[in-house]
């Protein structure tokens, strides 16, 4: 059920209802546009994800400053994006049985779409839902490039997969699924750049030994945001799917550079805005931002900007902070802000994003895809 929007445009931040999802928009919009530079000036297409931040308006914020299009994970989230304008869509993933394929199909009349495989199986439940809508749909060759998840192996397997795409006369072959997920929280330089150059070599493979049966690659697509700057200089990839450098969440900001310091170009800019509801017992204070407002399979969320309280437990309702000693506890309705630790899964425990600026709420955006396992 959608909630009623814990804010209204104008109001003061100390006055917005808690949990609430906040968006820092100079903050945001800085991300944008650092992205949407560094595509530019390594000549690869950006083709953001949108399982980060489920939302057709931030998608068309993105494009507008250069992305190609958007990458889901769910046929729902294709569906809100496409019922939202977007233009160009690939889910990264595999879909299998006949009623989502038969969504996924029926896309392909309103939007450019695209969907990955890795089974021969998939390819033929694909072509029998492209034909019985009387479509042409584009599916990409997801390659097992490190993750241990999904994907063929590089080389003549992938080979073997395209050319039944292709062959179909319902589907085409769009392409390579080249993605590392693991790699984006490896911590030090040294262990993503091995990673990465793993992955560019199988990848650049599979590459020409299509090109030796005929097959090009229109999109050779993968990376994220703890590593796409590798990707991109590798020479083999044309698109780049990051998602969370829009917002940034603490785990990431974990990542360091060869010098050991913190790597990420990008500034949070995504938070959960908590009251403090509880401050009986010395040295420790309760806020009202559990499990059900913030995910912590990343770890716990940080409180922006006030290192002496350290946000130590969660319950389904209460966030346990612990206050440095000597250090003054936060007041009994104090509001304090959240960096969470996975921003994706955050995202998906509110209906609104809060739109901030100079203290003030500038918008309300529906977090439209929210809950669209299917």
């Known amino acids: 059920m959608l909630q009623t929007p814990p804010a209204r445009i104008g109001m003061a931040e100390h006055e917005i209802d808690t949990p609430a999802l906040l968006i820092d928009l100079d903050a945001f919009e800085a991300n944008l546009d650092i992205m949407a530079g560094l595509m530019r000036d390594c ?3 950006l083709r953001a ?33 496409a019922w939202g304008g977007v233009s160009d869509i690939l889910v990264s993933n595999e ?50 490039v490190g993750a241990g998840r999904c994907g063929v192996k ?24 080249a993605y590392h997920g693991s790699a984006q929280h490896l911590r030090t330089l040294t262990e993503r750049t091995a990673a990465i150059t793993a992955v ?34 590798s020479g083999v990839f044309t698109e780049i799917q990051a998602g969370s450098y829009c917002f940034m969440d603490a785990d990431y900001a974990a990542n360091l550079d060869a010098t050991g310091k913190p790597v990420s170009r990008f500034g949070h800019s995504l938070f959960v805005l908590s009251t403090v509801m509880s401050a009986a017992q010395p040295g420790v204070a309760v806020l ?19 290192s002496e309280l350290r946000y130590v437990g969660a319950s389904d309702e209460h966030g346990t902070l612990r206050v440095a000693e000597a250090a003054a506890s936060p007041a009994l309705g104090e509001k304090l802000r959240l960096v969470p630790g996975h921003c994706d899964p955050t995202v998906d425990r509110f209906d609104w994003y809060v739109g901030v600026r100079g203290g003030r709420v500038e918008c309300l955006w529906p977090v439209a895809a929210r809950g669209a396992l299917r």
């Open 154 to 177: 590089p080389g003549g397997a992938a080979v073997e997969l395209a050319q039944q795409i292709e062959a179909h006369p319902h589907l085409r072959f769009g392409g390579l699924q």
């Open 95 to 144: 879909v299998v049985g006949a009623d989502k394929l038969a969504r996924l199909a029926a896309l392909a009349r309103i939007t450019r779409i695209a969907v990955c495989a890795d089974d021969a199986k998939q390819v033929a439940a694909l072509g029998e839902a492209a034909a019985h809508a009387g479509v042409l749909l584009r599916v990409l060759v997801e390659i097992d």
């Open 43 to 45: 000549g690869v297409k």
């Open 200 to 233: 560019s070599d199988n990848t650049r493979r599979t590459v020409e030994q299509l090109r030796q049966v005929g097959l090009e690659c229109d999109i050779v697509g993968g990376a994220g945001t703890g590593t796409f700057e590798l990707e991109a200089a």
């Open 49 to 81: 994800h949108a399982k980060t931040h489920k939302s057709p308006v931030i998608a068309h914020l993105q494009m507008a400053r250069g992305a190609v299009g958007q990458c889901v994970q769910k046929v729902g989230e294709a569906e809100i994006l």
């Open 288 to 306: 009202d931002a559990g499990h059900k407002a913030v995910a912590v399979d990343s770890g716990y969320p940080v409180v922006w900007q006030r």
